[in-house]
């Protein structure tokens, strides 16, 4: 068995899925100061779509999957890949097999009345299979082509045998396996099958219920292979706003806050009852153009558009300066982000020249016009009542644009609604959002053109021979210094092209009570190390306590 140093894990998901469901005022509820056991509930900026980890797609999803699902691999918090469902692995010299060797001793989530079933080779050959069958929207197909085939060898054995030999192959076989025994449909997996929203797993909490305030409840798993975790519930509550969810948290209505609104981390500093802990996910924040818009095909277009807005300003003005601006498709402090390429300034002369460039001229209203069409779009935002630093952001951009003569009109859109609107039909004109990544800094979901269509990751259509090219050449070499040599290329190229107005990359906070003990975050699943955390009370807490965070 082999132990080596990886990159995290890959995921592309949407974070600003903001579904919101009934919110509780809290502002007159008592400070907290009772025992609440050994049950934690946290607050979530929104609500889940799917329950499962095959058609999630969204942050709030896949916290949840961490805590019902296991990979045949996982990754430690010192990085290094170690055993999970497998229990050893075996590699082939050239690189092209790859044969886990499954625990006998991992039983599924039993079904109410009924008896737990083990986990076996079936289980993984079925999730491969149902996970890249055609039909199967997942933002994981892309990830995985490079696969030729899936063979049990037997009950506890299977084989996968890959087209070619990739670079660092192990840390993506960290996908969580599902029940061949769990969907209705066995052939592929659609958001109506009753899986995804009741789902079973191996991992260390079970699914219990979703309450009708939108609350999903976990049970521990008892029967748990790595042994029953310590805290018996987790509870993840939807908040529609941050504001409510911070007064949540500091009246003691919840334990832990997963994503903290930057402006309120001076207020939790200065809480002796709570600690507040950063964690580096390399995400950020964008606009993204639909260009099948023949307003927005022209690159000049949108690059005045990110011209004729102050990120510095709304950065600062907005998030505390808790971030830093970015020129292109990867964040930094990934070995893939072209530090060479600096963000485009803040210039107004310039964006008013690009426009007319375009071939566009100002309206006696003062909106720009070309060929008789008014350069009015829609701008669409997921999320159903604004929170305030949202709110501030998009209207920012509205009040930018139209000194350029750019007629913006934002919708706020509950969340399924934003995305069936942006991802299966593609009726918008901008939309806001954020991406998150691992460092393998895959992003050809993002921005190849045979991942247009719907439910797709690049939901603007965009298309760019180059691009395209840059994009497969870097998964198909295995040096790593020449992947990042085309990585750089294609950070110039997209930042050039515009597909997206890149924003800034911000620092995340998660705050907890100090009853809440061992506590350690993945930097984008949060919740892998969960099954050892533990509640606490009174005595003195500072050998669990992370390193003190500090606001900028």
């Known amino acids: 068995m082999k132990k080596i140093q990886t990159r995290m894990f890959w995921m592309l998901v949407v974070m600003f899925g903001l579904a919101l469901g009934h919110t509780a005022a809290y502002a007159d509820a008592a400070p907290a100061s009772a025992n609440k056991g050994s049950g934690l509930s946290y607050g979530e900026y929104g609500r889940p779509t799917t329950l499962d980890p095959i058609t999630s797609n969204d942050m709030i999803s896949m916290r949840i999957t961490e805590l019902l699902f296991n990979g ?114 066995a052939a592929f997996l659609g958001r109506d099958d009753p899986f995804v929203q009741n789902p079973i797993g191996t991992g260390p909490y079970r699914y219990k219920e979703t309450t009708a305030n939108g609350e999903i409840v976990l049970e521990a798993n008892p029967d748990y292979f790595k042994g029953a975790p310590k805290i018996t519930r987790f509870v993840a509550k939807p908040f529609a706003d941050q504001n409510i969810m911070n007064q949540a948290l500091m009246y003691g209505s919840i334990d832990m806050s997963v994503l903290v609104n930057p402006r309120n981390v001076p207020e939790i500093q200065g809480d002796k009852r709570l600690r507040l802990q950063s964690y580096s996910a390399l995400s950020y924040q964008f606009f993204g153009y639909n260009t099948r818009n023949p307003l927005l095909a022209d690159k000049r277009v949108r690059k005045a558009f990110t011209l004729a807005i102050n990120r510095s300003e709304m950065l600062s003005s907005f998030f505390n300066n808790q971030g830093t601006v970015i020129s292109g498709p990867f964040a930094p402090g990934s070995w893939a982000y072209n530090l060479d390429v600096k963000p485009l300034p803040y210039d107004i002369e310039a964006a008013e020249k690009l426009l007319s460039q375009a ?122 210094e020449k992947r990042r040599t085309i990585y750089r290329k294609l950070h110039e190229r997209l930042a050039d092209e515009a597909p997206y107005t890149f924003l800034w990359t911000l620092t995340n906070y998660a705050a907890y009570d100090r009853k809440v003990r ?35």
């Open 518 to 552: 061992a506590v350690q975050i993945h930097p984008y699943k949060f919740f892998p190390y969960a099954d050892t955390w533990y509640i606490g009370e009174g005595g003195d807490d500072k050998a669990d306590a992370p390193a003190p965070t500090k606001a900028k």
């Open 72 to 185: 045949l691999v996982g990754i430690n918090n010192k990085q290094q890949i170690v055993p999970e469902l497998a229990e050893s692995w075996d590699q082939s010299a050239d690189g092209l097999e790859y044969t886990f060797h499954l625990r006998k001793d991992v039983k599924w989530h039993p079904k109410s009345g009924e008896e737990a079933k083990p986990f076996t080779a079936d289980d993984v050959v079925f999730t491969y299979n149902i996970m890249m069958h055609p039909r199967t929207v997942t933002p994981l197909k892309v990830r995985y082509e490079f696969v030729s085939e899936v063979k049990k060898l037997d009950a506890n054995t299977v084989r996968f045998t890959l087209k070619r030999p990739i670079m660092n192959a192990l840390p993506k076989f960290t996908f969580k396996i599902i029940p061949e025994f769990g969907p209705a449909n």
């Open 359 to 480: 071939g566009f001229k100002k309206g006696s209203d003062g909106v720009m016009v070309k060929d008789g069409k008014r350069l009015a779009l829609t701008l669409k935002v997921p999320i159903a009542q604004e929170s305030e630093s949202v709110k501030r952001v998009v209207l920012a951009f509205k009040i930018y644009l139209r000194r350029v003569g750019a007629d913006i009109n934002v919708e706020f859109l509950e969340w399924q609604a934003w995305k069936e609107a942006v991802f299966a039909n593609h009726d918008f004109d901008i939309m806001f959002a954020s991406w998150v990544f691992d460092d393998s800094a895959d992003i050809s979901s993002l921005f190849h053109s045979g991942e247009i269509g719907a439910w797709r990751n690049n939901f603007g259509g965009y298309s760019n021979p180059e691009v395209d090219s840059l994009l497969v050449e870097a998964k198909n070499t295995l040096d790593h």
